[in-house]
């Protein structure tokens, strides 16, 4: 990632461009809101004198949040610099986007690190544009009202459930990280109209071959199974694994979500609880019973799909 390479495509000077000139993409969005959050997060655990929930807050959001995932979302347009032929008017302004977005975040991660690792984050700071001589006198970063944004952080948290929840369906299938699968996907209205519109992304993240949307209902009929938010992810899995092991693996998880479902009743019959918690932690243990209830159901579904199956 280069963010000021003279010559290169989009090389122009990061510090005078202006967000009012930019097309935020989602996963733009998503960031900036993100580190809006872990401004606030920093800075009140700093003026209580909690260092230590301060540097977790800071660490998470740099590595967990922008190099993890927005350096992963946003690499198809920085591989725009390097496009041999002549680029697009749109293509020119998504790689801007992607270069100016990325370079704000990174000053923000390092402005809020300044204070546990002054030396490394003045040397770097150094080495991105900038305005003043030194870090150590600079603005300390503010959450910026204008890039929160709960939207951007709700629909990317499911496209980040559907990542993993492919990933991990790889890891128990015992698939090979880098084999392209195919995926097939069953969902409301809205989470198959934002998979599809964000198709391009999700694919190189989870290796998908090929991304189909079921909005029929229908599902392949041996795939492994897992549940985001209450869309369905389904792997296929004819003729690539044991399918007595997938049927194992699906047996461990109902086990696993009927305990999870036992202590959730157990606490909702809890007279004790019930009297003394705020009723919007009634109301949330009452969501995720619900919640898992629903999941259970598709768990067994596939269950049942799967014994129907003979090798």
Sequence with gaps: MRLGAPGAAGSEDLSSVKESQLRLSLADRWILSRLANAAKDVTRNLKTYRFAEAT???????????????????????????QETPLTPEQRDD???????????????????????????????????????TLALAAWPK??????????????????GIVVAVRN??????????????????????????????????KPLAKIEELRLSRDGGRPPVAAHAV??????FLPLEGLVDLDEERARLAREAQKLLAD?????????????????????????????GQLEETLDKLKRAQQSLSAVRE
Aim: hydrophobic content about 45%; some cysteine; aromatic content about 10%.
């Design 169 to 202: 369906l790889r890891v128990e299938s015992k698939i090979a990280p880098g084999k392209p699968v195919p995926v097939v996907v069953r969902g409301d209205r809205a989470q198959l109209d934002l998979l599809e519109r964000l198709a391009s992304q999700v």
């Design 261 to 289: 479902l036992e202590g959730v009743k157990k606490k909702l019959r809890n007279q004790d609880f019930l009297r003394k918690a705020k009723p919007e932690i009634v109301q949330k243990e009452n969501e995720r019973l």
């Design 228 to 233: 985001v938010q209450g869309a369905e992810v």
């Design 56 to 82: 977790q807050a800071i660490y998470h959001f740099a590595w967990n949040e922008y190099c993890d995932w927005y350096l992963e979302m946003a690499k198809p347009r920085w591989a725009l610099a390097e």
């Design 143 to 160: 959450a910026k009202k204008s890039w929160f944004d709960a939207e951007a952080e709700r629909e990317v948290g499911f496209l980040q």
């Design 95 to 133: 790689l801007r986007t992607a270069r100016w977005v990325s370079w704000r975040v990174l000053d923000g991660i390092l402005r809020l690190l300044h204070p546990f690792m002054p030396f490394v984050t003045e040397e770097l700071w150094q080495a991105i544009p900038h305005d003043g001589d």
